[in-house]
């Protein structure tokens, strides 16, 4: 029973530390393509920079 329990814990674990990061970074994403969609101003290129940058960093 002991092992189940460790079982179930473990699979939730995973499932919510990186299962939130996959989330994450599909939302990055995202948010990257929306941005490349607009006219390359200063305020986009600075936006791009850090969603790249966070990305990288997960």
Same mark, same amino acid.
């Given at each position: 029973?002991?092992? %189940?329990?460790?079982? &179930? $814990?473990?699979?939730?674990?995973?499932? @919510?530390?990186?299962?939130?990061?996959?989330?994450? /970074?599909?939302?990055?994403?995202?948010?990257? /393509?929306? &941005?490349? @969609? @607009? +006219? +390359?101003?200063? %305020?986009?290129? %600075?936006?791009?920079? $850090?969603?790249? /940058?966070?990305?990288?960093?997960?």
């Amino acid at each position: 029973k002991k092992i %189940e329990f460790t079982k &179930i $814990s473990l699979k939730n674990w995973n499932q @919510n530390c990186f299962g939130f990061c996959e989330e994450h /970074l599909r939302v990055l994403e995202w948010k990257l /393509l929306v &941005i490349q @969609n @607009n +006219p +390359p101003t200063q %305020e986009v290129l %600075e936006e791009e920079a $850090s969603i790249n /940058l966070e990305i990288q960093e997960n």
